[in-house]
């Protein structure tokens, strides 16, 4: 299904697309492989992600660009003071048929193996969140996902429906590090004064993105018309076992399972979430 030689790690193609996507994600946060999904796959790439978005957890929620909860004791001007309407939706993982393509590349080894190899590590584990390892993400007209920051160090999606208009990708590569949260810079993009910070992309459906959205704000704008966007979001860690918060689980997905009882899960850095 996929146009890249996934299954050929020894192959001059397999090489170069890892060093072109590792370049880009070098330079600016972000790769994208366009047409990563053939186009005699992307009918029923569009389809299938079609059929499970009414399963999709909608509740409009009041977030903040870290995803906390309101802390009064932050001066005002503080980026995480700012609240934001958060209009997209999630399908969780444990919705999607095992048949559909998304959920067959998910797991698939010689699929995590090459994005390893872009990303730059070892290994990537899938997550052992049964909701948040692979979901879809659902953005209807008028609706949009607001700045934010990951969980993830590495967000990888891969657009299965285009919306009419609107639904741009934007974001502001590094703009923190493990080191520093940079609030000056987020308050600055959060007012709309981000300025040559901000970049845009326009996806095309099949196409792969990988992305450093712990350290990278970012969010999807309003959508326009009456076609809801759609990308299905693989996360994986470099670390097995990562399962996410209860409080975040619920909050995406509306219920939580056994699995999300443990204490604070496993990070990277002390950055707040
Ligand atoms: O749907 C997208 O393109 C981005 C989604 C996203 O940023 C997220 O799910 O954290
Ligand atoms: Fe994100």
Do not use: K
Not at 33 to 52: H, I, K, M, Q
């Amino acid at each position: 299904m996929a146009r890249y030689p996934l299954h050929r790690p020894d192959s001059p193609a397999w090489r170069d697309a890892v060093r072109t996507a590792r370049a880009q994600l070098d330079a600016d946060g972000c790769a994208v492989l366009p047409g990563f999904v053939r186009a005699s796959w992307r009918d029923r790439l569009r389809t299938e992600g079609e059929a499970v978005a009414p399963r999709a957890h909608h509740e409009t929620a009041v977030v903040n660009v870290y995803n906390t909860d309101p802390d009064p004791s932050l001066p005002d001007d503080h980026p995480a003071r700012l609240a934001m309407e958060r209009g997209n939706a999630f399908v969780a993982r444990d919705r999607i048929p095992d048949s559909a393509l998304v959920h067959r590349l998910y797991p698939l080894p010689a699929f995590r193996a090459f994005l390893a190899a872009c990303v730059g590590v070892p290994e990537l584990h899938e997550l052992a969140d049964p909701l948040a390892g692979l979901c879809l993400n659902v953005v209807a007209g008028g609706r949009s996902h607001p700045w934010h920051f990951d969980t993830n160090e590495i967000a990888i999606s891969l657009l299965t429906r285009a919306p009419e208009a609107g639904g741009e990708f934007e974001y502001c590569p590094d703009i923190r590090s493990a080191e520093a949260e940079n609030t000056a810079a987020v308050a600055d993009v959060l007012h709309g004064r981000g300025g040559d910070r901000v970049r845009r992309l326009v996806l095309r459906a099949g196409d792969l993105q990988l992305f450093r959205g712990r350290y990278s704000l970012h969010r999807v704008t309003e959508v326009r018309g009456s076609t809801a966007r759609h990308t299905a979001i693989f996360s994986y860690s470099a670390r097995p076992g990562v399962v996410g918060s209860a409080v975040r689980t619920r909050q995406l997905f509306g219920r939580t399972l056994p699995e999300h009882g443990g204490s604070r899960s496993v990070r990277v850095d002390g950055l707040m979430d």
